[in-house]
């Protein structure tokens, strides 16, 4: 058992945490207030090869392992929880594109996409499935040399800022239910494609949308893998993610309790240090316990991946666990700081809003609790 990273994992630690509090960690208020996050900033991250690092070096990327991606994406969300996005969505569909495209169309798109010149999505949530996924009614007809698409994806993160979207529709029956799913890759500017975007309470810089797809032409060669195995591709991609996810969440809660331990060593009140006040240190010193266990949670699950073990229940737990001790966490920090806590001066409002999403996007707490069991239960 080796609890340590590499001293290359730690090279890239040290130069993305400089990075991450250099150039992402003021501009975080910013980008909220601006909606939507630079292209300038997304083509530096490439440039800096922290997009789709585990991707093959023949699609663009570096042949990192999951347990460096995990890494990349902890220390980039210590200074903007939202601009984590980028990476995650770079590996998650990049995993899919590679795996499922032809080389072709793997090598044209994800040089942009891990290079930061192109920004990927993935669609799949429909307005009348939410945590039912198999549930899909955007259809795709064949016709002729290729598929036409109808319908509608909701919710989708960075809906009005992507450049192309893996796009689950349904190609066989709704009674087929997951089997008659396949995945699809559309670049935005398709004629057909139109856009909204909702007025969330957090997540502002990233936003979520719905997709609206009218008559829409997909060439054949756009398919990703075989017609009717795009739910179990999308679902093999969420075990990956979803350890991402957890680890994006945390750094955010450990930034705060930095933060706030900081804090307590210069705050005075009553002739001593706030950190002489055993009712504001123990709540923090029980989160600093959570987060730390949280966290090797984490790397676990991106470790049997490199490893090629099942981690199923071992993403779940990723996925419900991270985002709601991120946010009791924060919360906690918040209420640490008394009332300049609660000013917008200080990051804990927003940080706070942001990490609440994650309770409900890419797959809710019950959902999670659901797959930890059916893991769990004698088969």
Same mark, same amino acid.
């Given at each position: $058992?080796?609890?340590?990273?590499?001293?290359?994992?730690?090279?890239?630690?040290?130069?993305?945490?400089?990075?991450?509090?250099?150039?992402?960690?003021?501009?975080?208020?910013?980008?909220?207030?601006?909606?939507?996050?630079?292209?300038?900033?997304?083509?530096?991250?490439?440039?800096?090869?922290?997009?789709?690092?585990?991707?093959?070096?023949?699609?663009?990327?570096?042949?990192?392992?999951?347990?460096?991606?995990?890494?990349?994406?902890?220390?980039?969300?210590?200074?903007?929880?939202?601009?984590?996005?980028?990476?995650?969505? &770079?590996?998650?569909?990049?995993?899919?594109?590679?795996?499922?495209?032809?080389?072709?169309?793997?090598?044209?798109?994800?040089?942009?996409?891990?290079?930061?010149?192109?920004?990927?999505?993935?669609?799949?949530?429909?307005?009348? +499935?939410?945590?039912?996924?198999?549930?899909?009614?955007?259809?795709?007809?064949?016709?002729?040399?290729?598929?036409?698409?109808?319908?509608?994806?909701?919710?989708?993160? $960075?809906?009005?800022?992507?450049?192309?979207?893996?796009?689950?529709?349904?190609?066989?029956?709704?009674?087929?239910?997951?089997?008659?799913?396949?995945?699809?890759?559309?670049?935005?500017?398709?004629?057909?494609?139109?856009?909204?975007?909702?007025?969330? @309470?957090?997540?502002?810089?990233?936003?979520? +949308?719905?997709?609206?797809?009218?008559?829409?032409?997909?060439?054949?060669?756009?398919?990703?893998?075989?017609?009717?195995?795009?739910?179990?591709?999308? $679902?093999?991609?969420?075990?990956?993610?979803? &350890?991402?996810? +957890?680890?994006?969440?945390?750094?955010? @809660?450990?930034?705060?309790?930095?933060?706030?331990?900081?804090?307590?060593?210069?705050?005075?009140?009553?002739?001593?240090?706030?950190?002489?006040?055993?009712?504001?240190?123990?709540?923090?010193?029980?989160?600093?316990?959570?987060?730390?266990?949280?966290?090797?949670?984490?790397?676990?699950?991106?470790?049997?991946?490199?490893?090629?073990?099942?981690?199923?229940?071992?993403?779940?737990?990723?996925?419900?666990?991270?985002?709601?001790?991120?946010?009791?966490?924060?919360?906690?920090?918040?209420?640490?700081?008394?009332?300049?806590?609660?000013?917008?001066?200080?990051?804990?409002?927003?940080?706070?809003?942001?990490?609440?999403?994650?309770?409900?996007?890419?797959?809710?707490?019950?959902? $999670?609790?659901?797959?930890?069991?059916?893991?769990?239960?004698?088969?």
């Amino acid at each position: $058992m080796n609890f340590g990273f590499n001293e290359h994992q730690t090279a890239i630690r040290d130069s993305v945490a400089r990075f991450s509090a250099d150039v992402l960690m003021p501009g975080y208020r910013r980008r909220e207030r601006e909606g939507c996050i630079e292209r300038s900033l997304i083509e530096q991250m490439g440039g800096m090869g922290l997009l789709g690092g585990e991707l093959p070096e023949a699609f663009g990327g570096s042949g990192l392992d999951c347990v460096t991606a995990g890494i990349i994406i902890e220390e980039i969300s210590r200074g903007d929880f939202n601009v984590g996005y980028i990476p995650l969505l &770079a590996s998650l569909n990049g995993q899919i594109i590679a795996q499922h495209a032809a080389p072709e169309l793997a090598r044209e798109w994800l040089g942009e996409i891990t290079a930061g010149r192109k920004v990927v999505c993935i669609a799949l949530t429909e307005p009348s +499935g939410g945590s039912d996924a198999a549930n899909l009614r955007l259809k795709a007809e064949h016709n002729g040399d290729g598929y036409i698409l109808n319908g509608e994806k909701t919710s989708i993160s $960075m809906a009005d800022q992507a450049d192309v979207a893996v796009v689950f529709a349904r190609t066989g029956t709704q009674e087929s239910r997951a089997n008659g799913i396949s995945a699809f890759l559309v670049p935005m500017d398709s004629p057909g494609i139109s856009t909204t975007r909702f007025d969330d @309470a957090g997540q502002r810089c990233i936003g979520r +949308g719905s997709i609206f797809f009218d008559n829409v032409r997909v060439p054949a060669s756009h398919r990703l893998g075989d017609e009717g195995q795009g739910f179990k591709q999308v $679902m093999q991609g969420f075990d990956y993610s979803r &350890a991402l996810i +957890g680890l994006q969440c945390l750094a955010t @809660a450990q930034q705060s309790l930095d933060e706030t331990w900081q804090w307590l060593t210069e705050r005075d009140a009553f002739g001593q240090k706030l950190s002489a006040f055993q009712g504001l240190t123990h709540p923090l010193a029980e989160y600093q316990t959570y987060v730390q266990a949280a966290r090797l949670q984490c790397y676990y699950a991106l470790w049997l991946k490199d490893s090629g073990q099942r981690h199923n229940a071992e993403a779940a737990m990723n996925k419900w666990w991270g985002p709601k001790l991120a946010f009791d966490v924060v919360k906690q920090c918040m209420l640490a700081h008394g009332h300049t806590g609660w000013g917008e001066d200080l990051p804990f409002s927003q940080r706070m809003r942001d990490v609440l999403g994650l309770q409900i996007g890419d797959g809710t707490a019950q959902i $999670m609790k659901n797959i930890i069991a059916r893991e769990c239960l004698p088969r």
